[in-house]
């Protein structure tokens, strides 16, 4: 089955930490790959995203994110973060042959950034 | 950017009636645009496409007598969820694909249904 898996639920860290989101998913073909944020009483926004290319992305807010087609992963960074990341974090895929907008998130990841 | 706008933002309703939420693309055109549920502290679940013109497609799981769409216009798309239950309390989020080309996806901010 179709799946995308993140491995931290909560993440604590202080400020100027670095951060990294783990994201693996399984799906049998292509995909096109984003990493969502989600800050408190907001809606969604993108952070960045895959498609082709460069398997290392950059996004907003000095995010970024390795795509590692051999271990199915997309994982999210940021050398030092901010209070004001903290937020809730969402990887998810579309797959190449499902209609494009449709898209599979992971579980998401609450991160906690302390001043 | 493109703006997805939902109403009403919050929804408290009792058991056994029926509650609309709408879900518009403010400048843009959307033909097509999703529905997701989100239980507290859990994932997007993708719901249905909704198909401007047609029926919509409903995820595995997912009872379309339950959860009507109806996508009537461009920029309308409404999720009825009919005879609601406490069980289907929870934040129900809509978004629309951007413009051919701009591969971004765009989310409304959600509509709480509290069902008492």
């Known amino acids: 089955a179709q799946s995308v898996s993140q491995h931290n639920h909560h993440v604590i860290l202080s400020e100027a930490a670095s951060l990294e989101l783990g994201c693996n998913y399984s799906?049998?073909?292509?995909?096109?790959l984003f990493w969502y944020v989600q800050y408190p009483g907001q809606h969604l926004q993108l952070l960045l995203k895959?498609?082709?290319?460069?398997?290392l992305v950059k996004g907003i807010k000095g995010f970024e994110a390795e795509f590692i087609k051999s271990k199915f992963s997309f994982n999210l960074r940021k050398p030092s973060v901010q209070w004001s990341d903290t937020a809730e974090y969402f990887c998810?895929?579309?797959?190449?042959?499902?209609?494009?907008?449709?898209?599979?998130f992971g579980a998401g990841t609450q991160v906690v950034v302390t001043p | 950017g493109a703006v997805v706008s939902q109403h009403p933002s919050r929804v408290i309703c009792k058991s056994g009636t029926s509650v609309k939420i709408e879900c518009r693309s403010l400048?843009?055109?959307?033909?097509?645009m999703f529905w997701y549920r989100q239980f507290p502290k859990q994932s997007l679940m993708l719901m249905a496409t909704?198909?401007?013109?047609?029926?919509?497609?409903?995820e595995q799981g997912v009872e379309k007598d339950k959860f009507l769409i109806n996508h009537a216009s461009l920029t309308l798309s409404t999720l009825t969820v009919t005879s609601a239950h406490p069980e289907d309390s929870s934040f129900y989020i809509c978004?629309?694909?951007?413009?051919?080309?701009?591969?971004?996806?765009?989310f409304g901010p959600g509509t709480r249904l509290t069902v008492l």
């Open positions: 978004s629309a694909p951007g413009l051919a080309g701009v591969n971004e996806q765009f």
């Open positions: 799906y049998g073909g292509t995909v096109n």
């Open positions: 895959y498609f082709s290319g460069d398997p």
């Open positions: 998810a895929v579309n797959a190449r042959g499902d209609s494009w907008g449709k898209l599979q």
């Open positions: 400048d843009f055109q959307a033909t097509t």
């Open positions: 909704s198909n401007e013109g047609s029926k919509a497609t409903y």
